[in-house]
Nanobody, 114 residues
Framework: VQLVESGGGLVQAGGSLRLSCTAS????????MGWYRQAPGKQRVLVAH????????NYVDSVKGRFTISRDNAKNTMYLQMNSLKPEDTAVYYC????????WGKGTLVTVSS
């Protein structure tokens, strides 16, 4: 499965962005998927994940109540709605299976200005 992230950009603190992850190939709907981010100088971390249905969703504490992960298996697409963005959310955001495969996309850069 090839994954392409989009939707990043520059936004002021308190603003919103919606990221998309489009998968090509088969098997997307059967996979648990996650959004990861890598801030400058830091390791890549999982911030949200969703199982193949939508009955189990988990977030890292720092984004709870602000980010919403969702998926549309019919469109082979996963989303991350990010509200009330903070400068510390600045990072390159990636999608991958959860746990991740070795194959990462290019990611999409989110920059939150103060």
């Amino acid at each position: 499965v090839q994954l392409v992230e989009s939707g990043g950009g520059l936004v002021q603190a308190g603003g919103s962005l919606r990221l998309s992850c489009t998968a090509s190939g088969s098997g997307f709907s059967a996979k648990a998927m996650g959004w990861y981010r890598q801030a400058p100088g830091k390791q890549r971390v999982l911030v949200a994940h969703i199982i193949k249905g939508t009955s189990s969703i988990n977030y890292v504490d720092s984004v709870k109540g602000r980010f919403t992960i969702s998926r549309d298996n019919a469109k082979n697409t996963m989303y991350l709605q990010m509200n009330s963005l903070k400068p510390e959310d600045t990072a390159v955001y990636y999608c991958n299976s959860a746990p991740p495969s070795a194959r990462w996309g290019k990611g999409t850069l989110v920059t939150v200005s103060s």
